[in-house]
């Protein structure tokens, strides 16, 4: 699975939404999120119609959307599918996946998941909630996990060959692997 290919913008923006608004625990620090309007022009870089329409009001509305995105995450990684489901049925209701095509300003055409005329946060609520939909629906939603090194909370996406992933990074892998040698160390003498 290459989770930077087009058809996974909405799981990758949703763990961005998730990962970078939210306060928590990053790599053994805390972490307050970065709810400002900067923050936001990163995340939806990858798409100039959005740069244009976003406006600084928008913040809140997104942390709002992070907040929601990070439950259904959560649930998905304690395999509480059912629950996700409902929680992604109930979102999607509000902010329909309409499916049309647009071509770029390359000549190539895209399928998007919502309406041409959405509202920037419907818009992406739509784009959000179909990526991990789909997710769900193809039987990948053991990918979507919480880190389980100590001291941090960030989520996601496992795109490794045998989906065994329980970090969110090399260096919170790492950091827990030195921990636990240490502890073997310590009581081997």
Known sequence: MDIDSYEFTGIRISLSFVNQLLPGKLQGNEFKGKVDFSTLTDILSEDPGSLQRLEENHVEEFVSLAKVLREIIVLLGKGEVSTSAQKL???????????????????HWHLHHHPLDAGLIAMWTAICAEGLARMVGEQHYHRFGVCEAVECDRVFFDTSRNGRRRFCSVSCQNRTKIAAFRLRNSKNK
């Open 89 to 107: 049925n109930a979102l999607m209701s509000e902010c329909p996946a309409t499916p049309s095509l647009e071509c770029d300003e390359n000549g």
